[in-house]
């Protein structure tokens, strides 16, 4: 997919200009739909239910005119903004704004690191296209608690500080600012090929003749939205996840950085997770897991995802979904960097749980459940998508399995390719498997990488037996090779009805527990 064309500072501010010129609207007009769009994008990504307390950093320009209109909007939608407005001009406009905030009894703060503490979610309206240079005071201080905060940020146009068209800065306060969320007004800026999180487009007031004049792309609105969520770095995702169309692929690499990025057909998406244990990756999981627009990343229980597909083919078990959907709720918007044992009292008996290693994810309409549970050893996490869609399922009418035993780059088509990469065929034990599904053709692929020949893992460390003749059969690919020979099957393009696959789940949950030999390895995890 294509990036949409940025518009940088200069063409922003005159854009601005000519559509209070020629385009006979007033700044007021500007600023309010602005606003709401920022609301809108607040809505998209965590309703008032989920997290009431919004804190709404304003600066002294029209980025921070933004953000006291978005909080006015915010408290109609039944959240509970509080503002934080430290250099106020005299500026009408602004006077007026704050006063219908202050008849809504929406209270100002002037501890900002205080309230950033206990908020459920934070907005930067600081600044937007016209900042520039060193940050001064007295924003330093504010822009080192947003780069630090412990919950989630959503940007105004811009992460305040970022230099708009070489994005995140070398050095100061803003170095390792990385906002989760961010909303472009009219078009995105140029620092978003920087940017990792979500990204929407608001500010829907520019006609087509005045956004091939800038050279800039208007994203596809749909409805009465006021926002578009696209790529993070402006690829077109609206026009491919049209609410009519969810998007039902999804795999998921533990790996490839660049694969999350990579739009692979119109309705695949590639889930980044990366490695996920301990805090030991936290930035890289905070990047790839922002990078692919991720809503939810939560540890839970291990059986979860592989009994959750069990339940969407009405397989018997025991899976406590229960607890698993409890947990989506309650952690719907969570920093992948938030240790659980410590966010919620509330759950103490899904922490042991949590301490396995898999990841529910909420991509968009589809709720994936992530097995990073190693093969081979501990230290290094495949991942699987063991979960698609209910709709995916009820789509799908063929099955297959596919062995996969060659190099993905001899293999040119790219769901196998990133089936492959989801099972960790490109870069170390070469075996797993992916459940990929394809509405389209009808075909639910339960891919199979295997490469008997391969022998040693990225962290260096030796498979000597072949664990899938071995004694002890391990993980997943065994289970399903173990399932394959029982039943007689060939282990390549074996193709099969709904209930062959049902069987052969049941019958590699029996040959080989995928949940219960884990249980050892929870502790090099710790
Ligand atoms: N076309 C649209 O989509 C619209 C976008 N809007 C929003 O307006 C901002 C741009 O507003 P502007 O007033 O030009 O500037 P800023 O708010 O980005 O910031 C200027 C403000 O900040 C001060 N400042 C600049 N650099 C620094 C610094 N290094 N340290 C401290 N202070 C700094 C400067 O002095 C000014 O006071 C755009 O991003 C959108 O969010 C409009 O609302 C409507 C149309
Ligand atoms: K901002």
Redesign the pocket.
Known sequence: MAAMRTLGPKA??A??EE?MSTGAYS?DQ??E???LSVSHAMYALSPPQKTPNILVAC????????GL?AARHLYHFGYKPTMYFP?Q?KNELYQRLRTQLEHLKVPFTDDFVGAAKKTDYIID?????????????P?PAVIKALAESKVPVLA???PS?WNIDEGSPKDGPGKDYNPDALVS???P?PLVKWFKGRHFV??R??SQKIAEKYGFDVPPYQGCDQVVEIGSRGERLGEITSKTQPRHFATCSTYNPQICSMELSDNFAVLNCDEVEGEQDAQSQRTSTSACNLQVMIRAHAEVSNLAFARILKLPSEIRVQIYEDVVQRHAIIRPTTRFETEDSAVPQTCRVLRRQTLAVRYRNTLFAIDLRSISNARSAWGWTNAVSEETIAAIGKFRITTITECPCAKKDVVAEAALDTVGGMHGVRQGYAIVADPRSGWLNLMVSIDRSYSEDPCGVTVDQCELCGDRPMGIAGSLMRALDVLGLEDDETVMDRQGLVDILSLMQSVSPWTTDMDDRDDDFE
């Open positions: 922003a501010a854009l601005d559509l700044i500007l600023m739909l602005a606003g600066g002294p320009g029209n980025n921070g005119g933004d209109v250099k001009t309206a600081i600044f937007g296209f016209s900042f520039s240079g060193e940050v001064r005071e924003f105004v146009d811009a500080s007004m009219t078009a800026k608001g500010g007031f520019v």
